[in-house]
């Protein structure tokens, strides 16, 4: 499959364990925000919605995407623009609906299936990578933007979002590398910027995934 495919299916898919199957442990706690993010980044990409003073201006409610149009239609029934974090954390009991939507989108386009698995008494869903050739296409594709630089806006826009989902670590299991990569995605970051209302965006994003992740943390070493 050569097909790109939206922001928040490639995050999803690339959090995914290639060997083990289920989101990646680092991934884990962080990913629903990290997709919420992606997602208001295809809207604005497709020009559905604008940024303005970092906050969210919807331009449009119509779309072909169901999850988009659910969005959209949320976003625009508020009486005044919020800006995105407020967003984020306002569809927080929504988080369940989008993340399977994504995974759906996944299974059929054949890149992931949900398999069912079992502890005691407990089942449970969870993704597992099918397509193992686009999947690699995809991690090399990642490791050439970091390491020899994209100009195009949506990698700058996906590869902002690697390192709030937790995915260096699975990229790049050797610490050293990890370490040069790290580097070089900041540079590249830094070098390439987009636009101030969208990095805005982005940010905002970047800070919520990585304040849960850190909460998540911390309420397990007190209760472990």
Same mark, same amino acid.
């Given at each position: 499959?050569?097909?790109?495919?939206?922001? =928040?299916?490639?995050?999803?898919?690339?959090?995914?364990?290639?060997?083990?199957?289920?989101?990646?442990?680092?991934?884990?706690?962080?990913?629903?925000?990290?997709?919420?993010?992606?997602?208001?980044?295809?809207?604005?990409?497709?020009?559905?919605? =604008?940024?303005?003073?970092?906050?969210?201006?919807?331009?449009?409610?119509?779309?072909?995407?169901? &999850?988009?149009?659910? &969005?959209? $239609?949320?976003?625009?029934?508020?009486?005044?623009?919020?800006?995105?974090?407020?967003?984020? #954390?306002?569809?927080?009991?929504?988080?369940? $609906?989008?993340?399977?939507?994504?995974?759906?989108?996944?299974? #059929? $386009?054949?890149?992931?299936?949900?398999?069912?698995?079992?502890?005691?008494?407990?089942?449970?869903?969870?993704?597992?990578?099918?397509?193992?050739?686009? &999947?690699?296409?995809?991690?090399?594709?990642?490791?050439?933007? *970091?390491?020899?630089?994209?100009?195009?806006?949506?990698?700058?826009?996906?590869?902002?979002?690697?390192?709030?989902?937790? *995915?260096?670590?699975?990229?790049? =299991?050797?610490?050293?590398?990890?370490?040069?990569?790290?580097?070089?995605?900041?540079?590249?970051?830094?070098? #390439?910027?987009?636009?101030?209302? %969208?990095?805005?965006?982005?940010?905002?994003?970047?800070?919520?995934?990585?304040? %849960?992740?850190?909460? %998540?943390?911390?309420?397990?070493?007190?209760?472990?």
């Amino acid at each position: 499959m050569d097909k790109p495919i939206p922001l =928040s299916q490639k995050i999803y898919l690339m959090g995914i364990n290639p060997e083990k199957g289920g989101i990646s442990s680092r991934s884990y706690t962080a990913m629903d925000y990290v997709l919420l993010g992606t997602l208001f980044m295809e809207l604005y990409l497709e020009k559905k919605i =604008s940024f303005d003073e970092k906050r969210i201006i919807v331009r449009t409610t119509s779309s072909d995407n169901q &999850l988009h149009r659910f &969005l959209l $239609q949320k976003m625009s029934k508020a009486k005044s623009p919020r800006k995105i974090g407020t967003w984020i #954390n306002k569809l927080y009991f929504s988080l369940k $609906q989008i993340r399977e939507e994504v995974q759906s989108g996944l299974v #059929n $386009q054949h890149l992931i299936k949900m398999e069912t698995r079992r502890f005691l008494f407990f089942k449970w869903k969870t993704p597992v990578a099918t397509n193992k050739q686009y &999947l690699f296409k995809l991690e090399r594709k990642i490791e050439n933007d *970091i390491f020899k630089g994209s100009s195009a806006e949506e990698d700058l826009i996906f590869l902002s979002f690697i390192e709030p989902a937790g *995915i260096l670590h699975r990229l790049f =299991s050797d610490r050293k590398k990890r370490k040069q990569a790290k580097q070089q995605l900041k540079k590249l970051l830094l070098e #390439n910027r987009v636009s101030g209302a %969208v990095a805005d965006a982005i940010t905002a994003s970047q800070a919520i995934a990585a304040s %849960v992740a850190v909460s %998540v943390a911390a309420t397990s070493a007190v209760t472990s």
